[in-house]
T-cell receptor, first 109, second 116 residues
Framework: GQNIDQPTEMTATEGAIVQINCTYQ??????LFWYQQHAGEAPTFLSY????GLEEKGRFSSFLSRSKGYSYLLLKELQMKDSASYLC??????????FGAGTRLFVKA | DVKVTQSSRYLVKRTGEKVFLECVQD?????MFWYRQDPGLGLRLIYF???????EKGDIPEGYSVSREKKERFSLILESASTNQTSMYLC???????????????FGSGTQLSVL
């Protein structure tokens, strides 16, 4: 079967660093995505990894290990506006993308 | 910026009603998708379309149908709404890069459908 696991909720403090983990088992792999979704809004694209290693984009970084079926999203210098759900998703080919249930991140002052 | 527009933000319907959810994108994307999002389950693919008049079932197509008469418009139809179809419905579109890799999805703001 196809499965993407990520923690349900996390809490972190403003200014800190938080790492959101994602493990996946899918029948195909054409890349791993992270999306951010604020409450009541549409998901928006954050990052994409198709090769192993770390991709850095400002305060956000994403890591991928294809052999381990593992990714993480790293958020640095947390801000209150980073409170949102973070969705891990795998492109399985043929235009299909499978999503995890999402991790709700609460940033406290 | 790509814009994906869903016609209704909130919708309340009665059991047995036929429901139409409309989605329009303005970036000439070939591929369009309908997902539903439920707490604890994430986004699940209902149907997608890779061209006008072409459609493919996703993971949970039962109770739904779709229509793509024009490239920019993709409609989701609930033939006879039921209470278990109460959910957030998200439309998305994607362009085909031809590189054989998945591209990022552009989402609409969603329609929260309540079936009573």
């Amino acid at each position: 079967g196809q499965n993407i696991d990520q923690p349900t909720e996390m809490t972190a403090t403003e200014g800190a660093i938080v790492q959101i983990n994602c493990t996946y088992q899918t029948s195909g792999f054409n890349g791993l995505f992270w999306y951010q979704q604020h409450a009541g809004e549409a998901p928006t694209f954050l990052s994409y990894n198709v090769l192993d290693g770390l991709e850095e984009k400002g305060r956000f970084s994403s890591f991928l290990s294809r052999s381990k079926g593992y990714s993480y999203l790293l958020l640095k210098e947390l801000q209150m506006k980073d409170s949102a759900s973070y969705l891990c998703a795998v492109g399985t080919g043929g235009f299909k993308t499978i999503f995890g249930a999402g991790t709700r991140l609460f940033v406290k002052a | 910026d790509v814009k994906v527009t869903q016609s209704s933000r909130y919708l309340v319907k009665r059991t047995g009603e036929k429901v139409f959810l409309e989605c329009v994108q303005d970036m000439d994307h070939e591929n369009m998708f309908w997902y539903r999002q439920d707490p604890g389950l994430g986004l699940r693919l209902i149907y997608f379309s890779y061209d006008v008049k072409m459609k493919e079932k996703g993971d949970i197509p039962e109770g739904y149908s779709v229509s793509r008469e024009k490239k920019e418009r993709f409609s989701l139809i609930l033939e006879s709404a039921s209470t278990n179809q109460t959910s957030m419905y998200l439309c998305a579109s994607i362009s085909y890069s031809g590189r054989g890799v998945n591209e990022k999805l552009f989402f609409g703001s969603g329609t929260q459908l309540s079936v009573l």
